[in-house]
């Protein structure tokens, strides 16, 4: 079974611009969530995305969003990038209906994002 | 206080040694508790997860979990140079996919 893949794998833009990252998930996975990484804060949720609907979110300025589209591939996005939006943007992808106790995210290879 | 937190390290250990991770978390709503390895530029690796008061092992790998004092631990045993990482603890409450980590803990094994 093919695992998590995420493209682009590296990406370098300038302030102000805006960047769409994307995901797909493993085959039979209907949930989808994005953590970003940095040196300084770690490793931190972002959002998450079931059936199409955000479940849930983190605490991230609204010009992080995301969305997900009906085979379960889920794109984010920032807009007016900032330098401190540089990180590894991880896409985690797990069975999903119950969100319960016993469900393992497996994550992809990331997106290393540069902010110039 | 951070919600979840873990000693920066370096741990350094020699190899066929057993190395000691422990992690605690703040919120006594969580759930299930996640260890991760991450090299070196490659992304998150799950090792185990734990739900339940006590020890699970696998391989060599064993997890314990103590929701009284809220804390987790895993132990690496006969570690090998290739066990050289960090090492991520999450935690997740029972609704939802969030996973909150811990900073991660550096290993580093020494042949």
Known sequence: ????????????????QQVTLSCSPISGHRSVSWYQQTPGQGLQFLFEYFSETQRNKGNFPGRFSGRQ???S?????????????????LCASSWGPRAGDQE????????RLLVL | QKEVEQNSGPLSVPEGAIASLNCTYSDRGSQSFFWYRQYSG?????IMFIYSNGDKEDGRFTAQ????????????????????????????????NKLTFGGGTRVLVKP
């Open chain 2, 42 to 46: 490659k992304s998150p690796e799950l």
């Open chain 2, 65 to 96: 979990l103590n929701k009284a004092s809220q804390y987790v631990s895993l132990l690496i045993r006969d570690s090998q140079p290739s066990d050289s990482a960090t090492y991520l603890c999450a935690v997740k409450k029972a609704a939802g």
């Open chain 1, 1 to 16: 079974k093919a695992g998590v893949t995420q493209t682009p794998r590296y990406l370098i833009k300038t302030r102000g």
């Open chain 1, 69 to 71: 589209f009906s085979n």
């Open chain 1, 73 to 89: 591939r889920s794109e984010m996005n920032v807009s007016t990038l900032e330098l401190g939006d540089s990180a590894l943007y």
């Open chain 1, 104 to 111: 393992t995210q497996y994550f992809g290879p990331g997106t």
